[in-house]
């Protein structure tokens, strides 16, 4: 069975950080592009940052550049999206989502369930 798996969500405070995890099984991520996106309530899905198949390289939404790192860890077939100085605007559930093709694409053939992040004091 193919799946991802998100995890490591929580409640944080202002100026926290959280590392989430998106853990594949039934296919390597070594041969996919992984994305990491969020819905908050009532607002449509955005996406938060990529990490390509091969080159590693990583593109990141303006309202994560400098906060958020994504890396991916191919003996363990997880990425991880690391998140730091988190603000009250970054609570969303936070999905992941991996593409046999180029994070330019945007388009993935695969998705977890999501985790929650709750931003707040």
Request: with cysteine; charged share 20%; hydrophobic share 30%.
């Amino acid at each position: 069975q193919l799946q991802l798996v998100e995890s490591g969500g929580g409640l944080v405070q202002p100026g926290g950080s959280l590392r989430l995890s998106c853990a594949a099984s039934g296919f390597r991520l070594d041969y996919y592009a992984v994305g990491w996106f969020r819905q908050a309530p009532g607002k449509e899905r955005e996406g938060v940052s990529c990490i390509s198949s091969t080159s590693g390289e990583a593109n990141y939404a303006d309202s994560v550049k400098g906060r958020f790192t994504i890396s991916k860890d191919n003996a363990k077939n997880t990425v991880y999206l690391q998140m730091n100085s988190l603000e009250p605007e970054d609570t969303a559930v936070y999905y992941c989502a991996a593409a046999g093709r180029p994070c330019e694409d945007n388009d993935f053939d695969y998705w977890g369930r999501g985790t929650q992040v709750t931003v707040s004091s």
